[in-house]
């Protein structure tokens, strides 16, 4: 059978060496993820038929929708979350961002974007996501952020940092977040304090 024309588009994409790993990743990550509600698994199965289009998935030049990577980060208590004040759409979010061709798996999307935009070192994630979330962006022109999401640790004494994407950081208690809050946010509370109970998180993914 002859390759479609998005699988050509794909194999010919320069994003199908860079991102190859990460979209490998990606693949198995969510494949095997077991989805913390109706809305979640919707989102899970919709990103797993666009990571059919190959690697090029990651890239956000992707107009028909890229996989973006996010964490809430937890204080070392767990009776904190680090929100950031968004930039661009005014409104209080968890932590995250594009994927980059220097990622090797979600997780480490996630960590990065987390530790550059909370200026905060030594933190730490599970690997398996806590919730998945596709919305509408402005990328070129108008696309679909496919995010998986993470729960992230950060160390006792974590000092934020404000970004230049981040008009201010805060610590904000669980059953107490800020507003106006991004949609979708409220919903990693619960799964995030639920996986730091279940597990220790890890430095590197």
């Known amino acids: 059978m002859a390759d479609s024309p998005t699988a050509a588009a794909s194999l010919r994409s320069p994003d199908a060496e860079v991102y190859a790993a990460l979209h490998a990743d990606a693949v198995a990550t969510l494949s095997r993820w077991e989805p913390t509600g109706p809305a979640a698994a919707d989102a899970r199965d919709r990103t797993v038929a666009l990571l059919a289009a190959g690697p090029v998935a ?6 028909a929708g890229h996989v973006t990577a996010s964490a809430l980060v937890l204080d070392a208590t ?3 979350v680090l929100l950031c004040l968004h930039g661009k759409f005014r409104r209080w979010v968890q932590l995250g961002g594009h ?5 090797r798996t979600l997780a480490a999307a996630a960590l990065r974007e987390a530790g550059e935009e909370s200026g905060i070192a030594g933190l730490r994630i599970d690997p398996v996501p806590i919730d998945v979330d596709i919305h509408q962006v402005s ?6 952020h496919h995010d998986v999401r993470f729960a992230v640790l950060a160390p006792p004494g974590a000092v934020e ?3 230049e994407e981040s008009e201010a950081l805060g610590w ?3 059953d107490r977040l800020p507003q106006p809050l991004a949609g979708g946010t409220a ?5 995030a304090l639920a996986t730091l109970r279940r597990a220790p998180l890890r430095p590197v993914p």
Do not use: Y
């Open 161 to 163: 940092r404000v970004s």
């Open 99 to 103: 994927c980059e061709p220097t990622d």
């Open 187 to 191: 919903r990693l509370v619960a799964p």
């Open 58 to 63: 990651m890239s956000r030049a992707h107009r």
């Open 139 to 144: 990328c070129q022109g108008g696309s679909l």
């Open 172 to 174: 904000f208690p669980p």
């Open 78 to 80: 767990g009776s904190r």
